[in-house]
């Protein structure tokens, strides 16, 4: 089992660090501008140049060109630069935050003085590594620092993502969080199983690090990229609400075109070539719909307002019913417009049309875009308005 482990974990590590660096290009804009998001964005910048000197190609080419103790070193240095991101991400949720980042700056420089000086202090090449058989080198010392910093900062970073992640109200925040928090207890537990491995010279826990720290990898990238899949799911979600309404929208504004702020375009080149963000062509395409709709209803026959005893089955749900109701109700209006009859006075009550509640407006909109869509909708005639209908 062991050994499986072992070559699960060397065969998935280029994966894991592609992963990380492609989270991290895709992060760096909102990760350095952003204060709140600067700290974990460090964390795993830092951690992927570490874990890509770690990697077989890299440490091959390093010992051919007798550089494989400087990779080593630097390899430790980033590593420490990671913990250090890791402390900084937990200082910015504090109150105390230039206090804290200048003792933060002295603890992290300090290490990095002693494992400077502890691994340049062998000689111009010295070994820099844990043996799976034999002392560490170049010292105890030089493992123990190195192991206690990582280990005090993934505590530290665990504890606090445990904290907040159970009282925020954001759910993205909410996921990165404990995903973060996941792949820091994981290099936790990395680091743990090298301090056994220091201290008390026990091997069993080796086979199992390389799996840990690549998933570790996975999470974290994971973690920062919330936002990222977040985004693309709103971007989706609005390029279908502008897509599924364009049919609609374009026969209304076609009766009513003053309520479109802008002269329709083919919903194709709404798509590839938007005028205006996504999200605001998804408010605009809803608002309008309901302008027009609110601008139509007095021409449409009151008749219409309620579906058929025989409505096909599907349409049982309060929102369908009403949704194919109101299709008939815009359809007719629409015809009536556009033949130049006058309004009438009556009154035809929808719920959901003119609601503040813009998620509840855009799911009954699309329902209603369904229904209008629809060959044959089957609604009671009106004889007095049939060639409305």
């Known amino acids: 089992m062991t050994d499986g482990a072992l070559a699960l974990g060397v065969s998935f590590q280029l994966p894991s660090v592609l992963l990380l660096w492609v989270a991290v290009l895709l992060r760096s804009p909102s990760g350095l501008r952003s204060a709140p998001q600067r700290g974990v964005w460090l964390a795993v910048a830092t951690a992927a140049v570490a874990m890509t000197l770690d990697l077989p190609s890299v440490i091959d080419a390093a010992t051919r060109h007798s550089g494989a103790h400087l990779v080593a070193l ?19 949720a504090t109150a105390n935050v230039h206090r804290l980042k200048t003792v933060l700056a002295l603890a992290v420089g300090s290490v990095l003085a002693v494992l400077l000086s502890l691994g340049l202090a062998g000689g111009p090449h010295p070994r820099i590594g844990i043996p799976d058989t034999g002392p560490p080198a170049p010292s105890l ?23 907040y992640s159970t009282t925020s109200e954001s759910r993205s925040l909410t996921m990165s969080l404990r995903l973060f ?4 207890a994981l290099v936790g537990v990395y680091w743990l199983g090298y301090l056994v491995r220091v201290t008390t010279g026990g091997r069993w826990p080796l086979p199992w690090l390389p799996l840990l720290m690549d998933l570790h990898g996975v999470l974290r990238a994971m973690a920062i990229l919330v936002p990222t899949y977040a985004m693309l799911r709103r ?15 374009n026969d209304l504004v076609t009766a009513v075109p003053h309520v479109a702020l802008v002269k329709p375009r083919h919903r194709v080149w709404d798509v590839l070539y938007p005028q ?4 605001v062509l998804a408010y605009r395409r809803i608002i309008e719909t309901r302008d027009a709709i609110l601008a139509l209803i007095d021409h449409g026959s009151p008749s219409h307002a309620y579906p058929s005893p ?7 749900a309060a929102a369908d019913l ?39 407006e855009r799911a009954f909109l699309l329902r209603l875009a369904k229904a209008y869509r629809s060959d044959s909708p089957r609604l009671d005639a009106d004889p007095a308005h049939s060639g409305e209908s």
Not at 338 to 354: D, E, I, N, Y
Request: proline residues 5%.
């Open 141 to 163: 010392f030089y493992w123990l620092v190195l192991i206690g910093m990582h280990l005090g900062a993934n505590t530290i970073c665990v504890l606090m993502c445990l904290r």
């Open 322 to 360: 009403e949704a194919t109701a109101l299709a008939g109700v815009v359809k007719s209006a629409r015809t009536a417009k556009l033949q130049g009859a006058p309004p009438q006075q009556h009154t035809v009550c929808f719920s959901s049309v003119g609601s503040t509640d813009l998620a509840g």
């Open 181 to 184: 928090g996941l792949g820091t």
């Open 235 to 249: 971007g989706v979600s609005d390029i279908a609400t502008a897509w599924l309404l364009w049919p609609m929208w």
């Open 310 to 316: 025989g409505s096909p089955p599907g349409y049982e």
């Open 74 to 92: 630097a390899r430790n240095i980033f590593g420490v630069l990671s913990a250090g991101a890791v402390l900084y991400f937990v200082v910015q």
């Open 276 to 279: 205006v963000p996504y999200h």
